[in-house]
């Protein structure tokens, strides 16, 4: 079993950054793929960016270049760099724990989910 608990979001002005952590329980947190989704009113959830077990990272194209992940296994934690912040990034964050080793935009992958954090950034 996996406890995954987001934290970091809030209200940010466009062009601002925030940082997203998650937390995991449990003694597999090395061995899995991670991930981050978000999901906005009425759309769909969709991925945002994934770091598997030894660090390799793929990012949804809308944010690269502006979102950075990255993980400390000595603590059980990923985080969610967001820089340049625009106001489509609005959304509920989550992040996931997979299973395997390499994981990245499917979310039928991921076994395990947070309760999700809000992001809102205004214009």
């Known amino acids: 079993q996996v406890q995954l608990v987001e934290s970091g979001g809030g209200l940010v002005q466009a062009g601002n950054s925030l940082r997203l952590s998650c937390v995991a329980s449990g003694r597999t947190f090395n061995s899995r793929s991670m991930g981050w989704f978000r999901q906005s009113p009425g759309k769909e959830r969709a991925f945002v960016a994934a770091?598997?077990?030894?660090?390799?990272?793929s990012y949804a194209d809308s944010v690269k270049g502006r979102f950075t992940t990255s993980r400390d296994n000595t603590k059980n934690t990923m985080y969610l760099q967001m820089n340049n912040l625009k106001p489509e990034d609005t959304a509920v964050y989550y992040c996931?724990?997979?299973?395997?080793?390499?994981?990245?935009?499917?979310?039928?992958?991921?076994?395990?989910w947070g309760q999700g954090t809000q992001v809102t950034v205004s214009s």
């Open positions: 996931a724990a997979s299973p395997r080793f390499y994981s990245g935009s499917d979310s039928n992958d991921y076994d395990y």
């Open positions: 770091i598997t077990w030894n660090d390799s990272t």
